[in-house]
């Protein structure tokens, strides 16, 4: 059976090097973040921190609180019908619960966690959308008050800590999925 795996995480927690490794060993991904750059550039929006906050919470507000898994359930069935599927960035507790109500045992959480500290110093240095500390605090506290955030990680099925290097990680994705064969 063909599998989905959601993997969460506070921000700069390292999920898209652990995603990138899942892609290098053949599976699809869906990247929820994709949402919200596909509504900033359909609205003609700059991306900033400000402005990616407004589209979350607004297609949320609009939407519901499963939102991005409502709209990217349709591409994730698709996809498992050609094999496993990596899920970027699940965000909210609805869209656990929906993923679970539609894949049921298909679905498996992965939760990249890491110090804030580590967090911080990394999305202040990444090359593309860096983020201050500052901008850090406000996104992480406007995604767990706002988006439900805590939830997935809290339920999730298997955690990996991430506070060493890159190639630390990039082990621990390696040794999890050789588990999931």
């Known amino acids: 059976m063909n599998r989905v795996v959601a993997v969460v995480g ?6 898209s090097v652990a995603t990138d490794l ?3 060993n053949n599976w699809e991904k869906v990247y929820f973040g994709g949402v919200t750059l596909d509504t900033l550039k359909e609205r003609g929006m700059e991306i900033t921190p400000d402005n990616e906050r407004l589209v979350r919470e607004e297609l949320r507000e609009k939407y519901g609180q499963a939102a991005y898994a409502v ?3 349709p591409k994730m069935k698709e ?3 050609k094999g ?3 899920a ?3 965000y909210s507790w609805s869209e656990y619960k929906y993923l679970q ?3 049921g045992d298909a679905l498996t959480v992965l939760c990249i966690i890491s110090d804030r500290k580590d967090r911080y110093d990394r999305l202040e240095n990444r090359p593309v959308r860096p983020l201050s500390a500052s901008e850090a605090t406000g996104r992480d506290i406007a995604e ?3 988006l439900e955030k805590g939830g997935p990680i809290a339920i999730a099925d298997h955690y990996i800590v991430n506070n060493g290097t890159k190639e630390d990680l990039e082990r621990q994705v390696m040794a999890y999925l050789n588990s999931l064969n």
Not at 10 to 15: A, F, Q, V
């Open 84 to 86: 496993n599927v990596v």
């Open 88 to 90: 970027d960035g699940l």
């Open 71 to 73: 709209k990217l359930l």
């Open 79 to 81: 996809l498992l019908l």
């Open 101 to 103: 109500e539609n894949l």
């Open 144 to 146: 767990i008050e706002n």
């Open 10 to 15: 506070m921000c700069g927690s390292g999920k």
């Open 22 to 24: 899942f892609v290098a």
